[in-house]
């Protein structure tokens, strides 16, 4: 290669390796400052969570052995009711309040929010009875005796009505495997049931709704609920020998997870559920949870070159993103 004088540039590729090298330790500074920043801020936080669970912790152990004692001899119904009927009614709670937005379009404020303008404004009541009534099925026909089940599996690794709760940092890193065993089953598994023959008999169901709504997060074949629903959620406690507490505490996170990824509203200061959003209008992007395995895959490319991915951060104002990142008007035919 030669220079406009026509001479050779012999230090042109000293220069990219320069380039480059400099890039490297760039990257390297702002990642090791960020990782330590994490690091301190997580300490700090974790620190301060660990007082009021140590000043509070006496309170919490003497309301478990007031419980265990209450159904002594009856730890099997103590369980079902914490795995079960605690998770279900943070569920119906969480989703029958956006329910209110979703058929009377009210609170205004609240559907300033929604994700795709003029969907769901207001919902088709018979599509959302048949929902419901799904949901229902799925909870107290499929999972209860799911959860019947995971009793005695539990039992074989340790007692989840033991008298000890875990400790808060035990809970914390139960949290973490949960998240990172729900990510990798619930991505893989999803991706498998958008297989055409799958899809056409399992998965399309809960694809009816390309804009969905919380209640609708449970709305699903039996088979897609045990396989991408459950079983995502159950085998982290399985593995870990997990206390009642640790168990009720993450099935009820993963509840109003899942409602919030499905509500089709982005509201301030709740994570951004643009991600499983745009999962549901376009089926061939973003299949995973928390995305990690998508960015691996290459499933979220598509995704990344959308304004949707402009607004798929926590929304920590008032002014909805999709007035702040409206969408590119669309050209006319």
Known sequence: MKGEAGRPLHNEKPKQEGHVWGSMRRTAFILGSGLLLLVAFWNSVTWHLQRFWGASGYFWQAQWERLLSTFEGKEWTLFILGATQVPVFFFWSFSGLLLVV??????????????????????????????IQTVLFNQFVISLPLLVFLYPILKLWGDPCRQELPTFHWFLLELAIFTLIEEVLFYYSH??????????????????????????????????????????????????????????????????????????????????????????????????????????????????QTKAYERHTILLGFTPLSESIPDPPKKME
């Open 102 to 131: 979703d058929t009377t379009g009210k609170p205004n404020f609240i559907s300033r929010y929604r994700i795709q303008v003029g969907k769901n404004d207001p919902v088709d009541p018979v599509k959302l009875r048949k929902a």
């Open 191 to 304: 991706r498998l049931l958008h297989h055409p023959t799958l899809y056409k008999k399992i998965h399309k169901k809960h694809h009816e709704w390309t804009a969905p709504i919380g209640v609708i997060s449970l709305y699903a074949h039996p088979v897609e609920h045990v396989a991408s629903n459950m079983l995502p959620a159950m085998v982290g406690p399985i593995i870990m020998g997990s206390h009642l507490s640790s168990i009720t505490v993450w099935f009820s996170l993963a509840f109003i997870i899942t409602i919030i990824s499905h509500c089709g509203y982005h509201l301030p200061f709740l994570p951004s559920p643009e991600f499983h959003d745009y999962h549901h209008l376009k089926f061939n992007q973003c299949y995973g949870v928390l995305g990690v395995l998508d960015h691996l895959h290459g499933t979220d490319t598509v995704f990344k």
